[in-house]
């Protein structure tokens, strides 16, 4: 089996709200897997129905190999879950809840769990309404990752986490990747999926509008070119392809698809190159550009470049 | 006074969130209305209710339940049955107060205040404003509602004011034990054990003193009847009441004062760092989370049981006049009497419990929308077997719950008449006779969660409907096809009655069809519904 997950055209509406609208979804077994989308896109109602816990209207969707609503309970003991909204029972302590998950699951390894309270720095003895959100977020997480399991399905799982923890988040998952487990991540802290993904599924609206890995997901996108010219760069800004030029005192700025960097770079050469400085897009800007509300990417393209 | 900035405010916000539950004022308010109406039917005469006086006067249930009676006139025996509200008011205003102070604390929406233009003080303030105010309410409706009865207006405001200052208290009480534990319920359970110990000191007290008992001077509770309403009027009682108020609501500020938002001065008691072995399955962590509620109902059944209970064997004492005495003969002597007493008070347990088997039901719901049954049911844990988990309390914690209040009135009726080899069977199977009606409400609740989740608190509605048809359609004389609606109307009256096993069977099998149609909805819905 190659395929941890597979949904196909899924589609889910609460009431009039349409919040799955033929979403494609796969994850590779083995892989991290980025599931990118602002708050509202569908990314917990994607997870809940690969859970088995919301009905699809319409589509398919295979889990390990198996029907998510029919074999809920035989899949669920093969993966663990952290839900991006922890809520503990506010009588159990966090160490109860730690081992209640695991043994409802495939089982707990307590090596490993010893290490990840140390590592997450938590104490398990404080009761359920004594943790901050943060330190909920802690328990589900280490509740999750000493889990038995082949699939970890996070849903934003560092909110509320400090960027100390964020970092032990990152270490740890960066191991577990060794580990040959399937992990869906679902976020919109771009960084920490570019440091952790293989892949990278951004969804809008119900709807996926990019899927690959990262350096795939680049070529659609621009570069961003400082230049330090000896003479006047004409004709920049009539190239196909350049988008925002700025020119001032012989420094220009601008964008260019990847697809029309060549030509570019010849007419800077052309003018004469003191000195350059290009960048590639980072997830902030592939993120921008796809839930700019004013339009889809290719009409942006057609409307800055006329 | 910048502590205090805002206070106003929050008492706006208050009254705007309780608005539907400050109902209970109104409702206590006027419970003594009926007082007037039942005695001035029952005891029409002087002599009537002089020998009333004195049978309540020796009957330890009565004098446990409601205290001493001061006099034999008809507002002074309103005032004696009244003696049971300075409970419920208590209870009712230190609810108030520590819902608007720990709990709003420990739900974190007293930091989102306390970022604003609002006092270190004014939360503590605006509550404890609340529940005084809500008081004063009370002692005005009660004293109105009774001078319209035709009783003397300066002692029915005393007996309102009395009952008020309860209330103050006990919300003062409310505010001091809010601040000292981090969690809303060990302040809740602190506040209702002082409530509990003011209650048991009067009982005491007015058990042992003849007249005016040293320790029921000692608790709140009874300081209502101590004002006389009605009799003399002793109105510094209240000065009792209104010092020992500051002197709460003082402590209660200098404590607030001395501690940070969120913590408590009690320190937060540490959990096990491990799970005990037990530990691995919906059910035993439903036993977790039902246990303290269980237990609690547990226990308030078993103080019913004995107090009314023991109440059984001084009804027969209370008939005096011929009339009555006829209508006792034809119900076949003293213990026809007891008897329907018994059987009328085990259809009242019933019916409150299935208040438990409600609350106890619907834990299923609140579990699913604080989304903490999502990350149980993406573990191996099936729908039906999570929810099994909570159905075995709606199921069998009304067994214990109604066991406990048999057990408790059978022995107690039994030791007061000689009989305990007899009395604890009848009176237990009197209490467990209810469980197919309770049955039929816990499912109602079921088929609310799982059919219509949104709408499941409407669950209650099905029982105040029971309540409704229990306690008013026998004196409003509904109609039989009206009154059948009720689960209750069809259980057999025990003690005393014929029990036949027909409308048990039925009851059950209707209950067991409601609860599987709610499951069956359950399996197929989206979970969570918020």
Not at chain 2, 37 to 62: C, K, L, V
Not at chain 2, 166 to 174: P, S
Not at chain 2, 188 to 213: F, K, M, S, T
Not at chain 2, 320 to 345: E, F, P, T, V
């Given at each position: 089996m190659t395929e941890a997950i597979r949904a196909e055209g899924l589609v889910k509406a609460f009431g009039r709200t349409r919040?799955?609208?033929?979403l494609d979804l796969t994850v590779r077994t083995g892989e991290v897997h980025g599931f990118l989308g602002p708050n509202g896109a569908g990314k917990s109602t994607t997870i809940r129905v690969l859970l088995g816990l919301v009905r699809a209207d319409a589509g398919t969707a295979r889990l390990l190999g198996g029907d998510p609503w029919r074999d809920a309970t035989a899949l669920h003991r093969r993966l663990a879950y952290v839900p991006g909204d922890v809520t503990l029972?506010?009588?159990?302590?966090g160490g109860e809840v730690i081992d209640l998950l695991g043994r409802l699951r495939g089982g707990l390894d307590k090596r490993r769990r010893a290490d990840l309270l140390e590592r997450f720095d938590?104490?398990?003895?404080?009761?359920g309404r004594a943790y901050s959100k943060g330190n909920r977020q802690k328990v589900a997480l280490v509740a999750a990752l000493a889990s038995d399991v082949e699939l970890l399905i996070l849903d934003?799982?560092?909110?509320?986490?400090?960027p100390l923890m964020e970092e032990a988040f990152r270490e740890v998952i960066g191991e577990d990747r060794g580990n040959g487990r399937t992990v869906l991540l679902s976020s919109h802290i771009l960084a920490e999926v570019e440091a952790l993904c293989d892949r990278v599924t951004i969804i809008r609206e119900g709807r996926t509008v990019e899927t690959g890995t990262l350096a795939e997901l680049r070529h659609l996108t621009r570069v961003s070119i400082q230049a330090e010219l000896a003479g006047p760069a004409d004709g920049l800004a009539a190239?196909?392809?350049?988008?925002?030029l700025q020119a001032q005192d012989g420094r220009v700025r601008f964008d260019v698809e990847t697809g029309a960097l060549g030509a570019a770079l010849r007419h800077l050469t052309d003018a004469g190159v003191r000195g350059l400085t290009s960048q590639p897009p980072t997830l902030e800007e592939l993120f921008l550009r796809h839930y700019?509300?004013?339009?889809t990417p290719g009409e942006k393209h057609a409307e800055v470049s006329r | 006074m910048t502590t205090l900035t805002g206070t106003g405010k929050l008492v706006r916000l208050i009254l705007r969130r309780d608005r539907l539950l400050m109902l209970w004022i109104p409702f206590v308010a006027l419970v003594p209305i009926s007082y007037v109406a039942s005695i001035n039917e029952i005891y029409p005469t002087a002599a009537a209710r002089q020998q009333y006086a004195d049978a309540s006067m020796n009957s330890a249930g009565f004098v446990a339940l409601y205290?001493?009676?001061?006099?034999?006139g008809l507002g002074e025996l309103v005032a004696w049955r009244a003696g049971f509200l300075p409970l419920i008011v208590g209870l009712f205003s230190l609810l108030t107060v520590i819902r608007h102070t720990r709990t709003e604390e420990e739900a974190g929406r007293r930091e989102l205040l306390g970022?604003?233009?609002?006092?270190?003080h004014s939360g503590l303030a605006a509550a404890l404003t609340v529940a005084s105010g809500a008081n004063l309410v009370l002692a005005l409706l009660m004293g109105a509602a009774l001078a319209g009865q035709g009783l003397p207006v300066a002692g029915s405001l005393a007996l309102g004011v009395g009952c008020a200052a309860a209330g103050w208290v006990f919300a003062a009480v409310g505010g001091l034990t809010a601040?000292?534990?981090?969690g809303a319920g060990g302040a809740r359970g602190i506040a209702v054990v002082a409530l509990g110990a003011a209650y048991v000191l009067r009982i005491a007290g007015d058990l042992a003193g003849?007249?005016?008992g040293v320790l029921s001077w000692?608790?709140?509770?009874s300081w209502v009847l101590r004002i006389h309403p009605y009799g003399e009027?002793?109105?510094?009682v209240l000065a009792l009441a209104a010092g020992l108020t500051a002197v709460l609501a003082v402590a209660a500020v200098a404590l607030s004062a001395r501690r940070d938002v969120g913590a408590g001065l009690l320190p937060a008691r540490l959990g096990p760092a491990t799970a005990a072995?037990?530990?691995?399955t919906p059910l035993s962590l439903a036993w977790r989370l039902h246990r303290s509620l269980l237990a609690g109902w547990m226990a308030g059944f078993a103080v019913l049981g004995v107090v009314l209970g023991g109440l059984a064997d001084s009804i027969g004492d209370l008939v005096h006049d011929n009339q009555m005495q006829d209508i006792l003969a034809r119900m076949g002597g003293k213990g026809g009497l007891i008897d329907a007493y018994l059987a009328g008070i085990m259809g009242l347990f019933g019916l409150i419990a299935a208040g438990y088997a409600i609350q106890a039901t619907l834990r299923l719901r609140s579990e699913e929308s604080a989304l903490r049954a999502e990350p149980l049911l993406a573990t191996s844990v099936g729908r039906l077997r999570w929810a099994g988990s909570h159905i075995a309390f709606s199921v069998l914690g009304p067994v214990a719950v109604l066991a406990a209040a048999g057990l408790a009135a059978g022995l107690t009726h039994g030791l007061n008449t000689g009989d305990v080899g007899r009395q604890v069977p009848r009176v237990l199977a009197g209490a467990l006779v209810q469980l197919p009606a309770v049955w039929v409400l816990a499912a109602i609740a079921i088929a609310l969660s799982g059919l219509l989740p949104r709408l499941a608190p409407a669950a209650w509605v099905a029982l105040a409907a029971c309540l409704f048809f229990g306690l008013v359609g026998p004196v409003a004389q509904l109609g039989q096809g009206l009154m059948d609606?009720?689960?209750?109307?069809?259980?057999?009256?025990?003690?005393g009655g014929a029990v036949s096993a027909t409308p048990l069977v039925w009851l059950v099998l209707i209950a067991a069809a409601i609860a599987a149609t709610g499951l069956a909805g359950l399996r197929r819905r989206d979970i969570p519904t918020l």
């Amino acid at each position: 089996m190659t395929e941890a997950i597979r949904a196909e055209g899924l589609v889910k509406a609460f009431g009039r709200t349409r919040a799955l609208d033929g979403l494609d979804l796969t994850v590779r077994t083995g892989e991290v897997h980025g599931f990118l989308g602002p708050n509202g896109a569908g990314k917990s109602t994607t997870i809940r129905v690969l859970l088995g816990l919301v009905r699809a209207d319409a589509g398919t969707a295979r889990l390990l190999g198996g029907d998510p609503w029919r074999d809920a309970t035989a899949l669920h003991r093969r993966l663990a879950y952290v839900p991006g909204d922890v809520t503990l029972w506010p009588n159990l302590s966090g160490g109860e809840v730690i081992d209640l998950l695991g043994r409802l699951r495939g089982g707990l390894d307590k090596r490993r769990r010893a290490d990840l309270l140390e590592r997450f720095d938590l104490d398990p003895r404080k009761k359920g309404r004594a943790y901050s959100k943060g330190n909920r977020q802690k328990v589900a997480l280490v509740a999750a990752l000493a889990s038995d399991v082949e699939l970890l399905i996070l849903d934003e799982p560092t909110s509320g986490l400090d960027p100390l923890m964020e970092e032990a988040f990152r270490e740890v998952i960066g191991e577990d990747r060794g580990n040959g487990r399937t992990v869906l991540l679902s976020s919109h802290i771009l960084a920490e999926v570019e440091a952790l993904c293989d892949r990278v599924t951004i969804i809008r609206e119900g709807r996926t509008v990019e899927t690959g890995t990262l350096a795939e997901l680049r070529h659609l996108t621009r570069v961003s070119i400082q230049a330090e010219l000896a003479g006047p760069a004409d004709g920049l800004a009539a190239l196909p392809g350049v988008h925002d030029l700025q020119a001032q005192d012989g420094r220009v700025r601008f964008d260019v698809e990847t697809g029309a960097l060549g030509a570019a770079l010849r007419h800077l050469t052309d003018a004469g190159v003191r000195g350059l400085t290009s960048q590639p897009p980072t997830l902030e800007e592939l993120f921008l550009r796809h839930y700019d509300r004013t339009g889809t990417p290719g009409e942006k393209h057609a409307e800055v470049s006329r | 006074m910048t502590t205090l900035t805002g206070t106003g405010k929050l008492v706006r916000l208050i009254l705007r969130r309780d608005r539907l539950l400050m109902l209970w004022i109104p409702f206590v308010a006027l419970v003594p209305i009926s007082y007037v109406a039942s005695i001035n039917e029952i005891y029409p005469t002087a002599a009537a209710r002089q020998q009333y006086a004195d049978a309540s006067m020796n009957s330890a249930g009565f004098v446990a339940l409601y205290g001493r009676p001061f006099g034999s006139g008809l507002g002074e025996l309103v005032a004696w049955r009244a003696g049971f509200l300075p409970l419920i008011v208590g209870l009712f205003s230190l609810l108030t107060v520590i819902r608007h102070t720990r709990t709003e604390e420990e739900a974190g929406r007293r930091e989102l205040l306390g970022a604003t233009v609002v006092g270190r003080h004014s939360g503590l303030a605006a509550a404890l404003t609340v529940a005084s105010g809500a008081n004063l309410v009370l002692a005005l409706l009660m004293g109105a509602a009774l001078a319209g009865q035709g009783l003397p207006v300066a002692g029915s405001l005393a007996l309102g004011v009395g009952c008020a200052a309860a209330g103050w208290v006990f919300a003062a009480v409310g505010g001091l034990t809010a601040q000292l534990t981090e969690g809303a319920g060990g302040a809740r359970g602190i506040a209702v054990v002082a409530l509990g110990a003011a209650y048991v000191l009067r009982i005491a007290g007015d058990l042992a003193g003849q007249g005016e008992g040293v320790l029921s001077w000692l608790s709140p509770i009874s300081w209502v009847l101590r004002i006389h309403p009605y009799g003399e009027g002793s109105l510094w009682v209240l000065a009792l009441a209104a010092g020992l108020t500051a002197v709460l609501a003082v402590a209660a500020v200098a404590l607030s004062a001395r501690r940070d938002v969120g913590a408590g001065l009690l320190p937060a008691r540490l959990g096990p760092a491990t799970a005990a072995p037990g530990l691995r399955t919906p059910l035993s962590l439903a036993w977790r989370l039902h246990r303290s509620l269980l237990a609690g109902w547990m226990a308030g059944f078993a103080v019913l049981g004995v107090v009314l209970g023991g109440l059984a064997d001084s009804i027969g004492d209370l008939v005096h006049d011929n009339q009555m005495q006829d209508i006792l003969a034809r119900m076949g002597g003293k213990g026809g009497l007891i008897d329907a007493y018994l059987a009328g008070i085990m259809g009242l347990f019933g019916l409150i419990a299935a208040g438990y088997a409600i609350q106890a039901t619907l834990r299923l719901r609140s579990e699913e929308s604080a989304l903490r049954a999502e990350p149980l049911l993406a573990t191996s844990v099936g729908r039906l077997r999570w929810a099994g988990s909570h159905i075995a309390f709606s199921v069998l914690g009304p067994v214990a719950v109604l066991a406990a209040a048999g057990l408790a009135a059978g022995l107690t009726h039994g030791l007061n008449t000689g009989d305990v080899g007899r009395q604890v069977p009848r009176v237990l199977a009197g209490a467990l006779v209810q469980l197919p009606a309770v049955w039929v409400l816990a499912a109602i609740a079921i088929a609310l969660s799982g059919l219509l989740p949104r709408l499941a608190p409407a669950a209650w509605v099905a029982l105040a409907a029971c309540l409704f048809f229990g306690l008013v359609g026998p004196v409003a004389q509904l109609g039989q096809g009206l009154m059948d609606v009720s689960p209750f109307t069809h259980i057999p009256k025990a003690p005393g009655g014929a029990v036949s096993a027909t409308p048990l069977v039925w009851l059950v099998l209707i209950a067991a069809a409601i609860a599987a149609t709610g499951l069956a909805g359950l399996r197929r819905r989206d979970i969570p519904t918020l």
